[in-house]
């Protein structure tokens, strides 16, 4: 019989409510308790979803039917309530960043491993199926082993409503840690896994919030591989101008909002005010009713430079180019909504009595090499790097 997710929220903020779509298209996994300090947002939450409702993570864990927590509070949070509910026997969904300190990572880890739970690295890119086929080209070996990898992002990520703990860098506020975990995901996905060390740089350049608004890494793989690595949030270029107008989650972006006068945000933005935002109503952020024709995910620009080729996104799949010209290569859509598919992943681990991927130790991995980021500009030096993981992309050719 199918392992049935009985899940707890823990967090009943905007990640909150984009997670909610995946439980309820999901077979075999349903709501069956949240849990937040706002005592009016849980009261609604329990009643829409029909669901047990609690004030603290602790009760929820102590006292709810659930049997995995999905932690989606605050960055400074994720290790307190990772460990509270691994404590209390219970499986691990938890948002990115894993944490907002390397002390806090190893906790966790402790936990989860010796309470011998599952913890799944959640909000995670490499679950979507175009870095899926981009990592069954490379496993392939048709193209020789991978050179290098390059990911880039555009955005506005600075000029959206911000909370005080999401421009706070002590509270795991900031683009590297909230927009870094991506693509450190991304790039140790597909080339292998095993930074070795990397030089970075980031920049404190939009006026209103006093945090890193952009950054550059350049990470050296064991093997030789290389990773270039840029976001920039400052929110000047949309850079789907440069990937057909199609953005993060796949939705076309309009000439206006690419082209349009920039949002001017003059400081933080309360909790109250930043709910009652139209984005973040269950219509809209939840995914609620219906939602309009998407093309796969694009997150920026990932480039894969191999021996023979090198691979790119298409519209609606990837573009490989060989000797022999380019040809496009289709892939298969998925449910395109935050949490499905580590639910999924979770069910079918608990289902074949097998390990989750992407899990604890990956999750502390890419913290590791966004934490190295931040640690090279500010000592102006290369970071080595200790705790990363292999990934199941190979970097050189099938044996033949």
Not at 216 to 222: R, V
Not at 248 to 277: C, Q
Request: glycine residues 10%; contains cysteine; negative net charge.
């Amino acid at each position: 019989m199918a392992y049935e997710l009985k899940v707890g929220l823990a967090g009943l903020g905007a990640a909150a409510r984009i997670v909610l779509p995946g439980l309820e298209v999901l077979s075999q996994s349903r709501l069956t308790a949240v849990a937040d300090i706002r005592r009016d947002e849980v009261e609604r939450f329990a009643q829409r979803f029909e669901a047990e409702g609690f004030n603290s993570v602790e009760e929820m864990c102590a006292k709810g039917d659930v049997n995995v927590v999905y932690v989606a509070t605050p960055n400074e949070l994720h290790a307190e309530h990772t460990i509270m509910a691994a404590e209390y026997g219970k499986h691990v969904i938890c948002e990115k960043p894993m944490a907002i300190t390397m002390d806090e990572a190893n906790r966790m880890i402790d936990a989860v491993e010796r309470n011998g739970v599952q913890y799944v690295q959640g909000h995670s890119k490499i679950f979507r199926p175009i870095f899926r086929k981009m990592a069954e080209i490379i496993n392939s070996g048709r193209l020789g082993r991978v050179l290098q990898i390059n990911t880039w992002n555009y955005n506005d990520w600075m000029r959206r409503p911000m909370l005080a703990s999401e421009v706070d860098e002590k509270k795991g506020g900031g683009v590297v840690f909230r927009q870094g975990p991506h693509q450190f995901d991304i790039s140790r996905f597909l080339g292998g896994g095993m930074i070795r060390s990397i030089r970075g740089t980031v920049n404190r350049a939009f006026p209103v919030f006093d945090i890193e608004s952009n950054y550059s890494a350049f990470a050296f793989f064991e093997g030789g591989a290389t990773a270039l690595i840029g976001f920039n949030g400052l929110g000047h270029l949309d850079i789907a101008e440069m990937t057909w107008a199609i953005g993060e989650g796949g939705g076309v972006h309009t000439e206006r909002a690419m082209y349009g006068e920039r949002l001017k945000p003059t400081g933080p933005v309360s909790v109250e005010d930043r709910y009652a935002m139209p984005q973040y109503q269950f219509g809209a952020a939840a995914g609620h009713g219906p939602r309009p024709e998407r093309h796969q995910d694009f997150f920026g620009i990932t480039i894969v430079s191999c021996e023979r080729g090198d691979i790119r996104q298409s519209p609606d799949g990837l573009y490989v180019y060989t000797e022999d010209g380019r040809e496009e290569v289709a892939v298969e859509p998925d449910v395109n909504t935050r949490g499905f598919s580590e639910l999924r992943e979770l069910r079918a681990a608990m289902d074949e009595g097998r390990p989750v991927f992407p899990n604890h130790l990956w999750g502390r991995a890419s913290l590791e090499a966004c934490m190295a980021v931040i640690q090279s500009s500010r000592e102006n030096r290369e970071i080595e790097l200790r705790y990363q993981v292999p990934s199941p992309v190979l970097t050189a050719p099938a044996p033949a």
